[in-house]
């Protein structure tokens, strides 16, 4: 916890910026009963039946002092599917940036011998130089500043029924579009002295 806690402190670097990620697994529905559109006076109708259509993975971004949150979904969040969304994010979202400090939580797909499994030992070896893991702890998915952008991602993008993974991207580079026009950094308070007070029952006692 106090890595986290500590690297949330450390003032902002452009050759080594802290990116938060985290996956949000989200169910495809569709209606069965054609919703009724709005209408002056009517909001839009939607029957309560509706149909699942599949699944499918969301991984959602954040860079809590530039205020950037992007979305992208996958088919599935297997170990090459997080291999695939690193090399996105460092060969192109950040291809001059020679390091970035990674937050994110300990699920065993978020690891470098993923990076192995899906590219040649080469490219994987340079993509892995260019990535510090910071991991947050076991029941302590709060800690990652990702969890605020799904929190607003749910509200904003997510909150109606979405049928297929194509229409989802759509929606969702619609509101990465928004969100880019109106950037907040994230202003974090909780700090290490602060968890050491009121988080002291987690600590051992001497």
Same mark, same amino acid.
């Given at each position: 916890?106090?890595?986290?806690?500590?690297?949330?402190? +450390?003032?902002? =670097?452009?050759?080594? *910026?802290?990116?938060?990620?985290?996956?949000?697994?989200?169910?495809? #529905?569709?209606? &069965?009963?054609?919703?009724?559109?709005?209408?002056?006076?009517?909001?839009?109708?939607?029957?309560?039946?509706?149909?699942?259509?599949?699944?499918?993975?969301?991984?959602?971004?954040?860079?809590?002092?530039?205020?950037?949150?992007?979305?992208?979904?996958?088919? !599935?969040?297997?170990? +090459?599917?997080?291999?695939?969304?690193?090399?996105?994010? +460092?060969?192109?979202?950040?291809?001059?940036?020679?390091?970035?400090? #990674?937050?994110?939580?300990?699920?065993?797909?978020?690891?470098?011998?993923?990076?192995?499994?899906?590219?040649?030992?080469?490219?994987?070896?340079?993509?892995?130089?260019? #990535?510090?893991?910071?991991?947050? *702890?076991?029941?302590?998915?709060?800690?990652? &500043?990702?969890?605020?952008? &799904?929190?607003?991602?749910?509200?904003?993008?997510?909150?109606?029924?979405?049928?297929?993974?194509?229409?989802?991207?759509?929606?969702?580079?619609?509101?990465? !579009?928004?969100?880019?026009?109106?950037?907040? *950094?994230? =202003?974090?308070?909780?700090?290490?002295?602060?968890?050491?007070?009121?988080?002291?029952?987690?600590?051992?006692?001497?």
């Amino acid at each position: 916890m106090e890595d986290i806690l500590d690297t949330y402190c +450390l003032p902002y =670097d452009p050759d080594c *910026p802290v990116i938060c990620m985290d996956e949000k697994p989200y169910q495809l #529905l569709g209606d &069965i009963v054609e919703s009724l559109p709005m209408s002056p006076g009517k909001p839009r109708r939607v029957d309560s039946e509706y149909k699942r259509t599949g699944t499918c993975a969301i991984f959602v971004y954040a860079e809590p002092l530039k205020g950037w949150i992007h979305a992208r979904s996958r088919q !599935r969040r297997t170990k +090459l599917d997080w291999a695939q969304e690193i090399r996105w994010l +460092l060969e192109e979202k950040y291809a001059r940036t020679p390091k970035i400090r #990674l937050v994110t939580d300990n699920l065993n797909t978020h690891v470098i011998s993923s990076l192995y499994e899906a590219f040649p030992a080469a490219q994987a070896r340079e993509l892995a130089k260019r #990535l510090e893991i910071h991991y947050t *702890p076991k029941r302590g998915s709060w800690l990652n &500043i990702a969890e605020i952008a &799904i929190s607003v991602l749910a509200r904003q993008c997510l909150c109606r029924r979405i049928s297929d993974i194509d229409l989802l991207n759509n929606e969702l580079d619609a509101w990465n !579009r928004f969100r880019l026009l109106s950037q907040k *950094p994230v =202003d974090w308070q909780f700090s290490t002295d602060d968890a050491r007070i009121k988080l002291k029952y987690l600590y051992p006692s001497f």
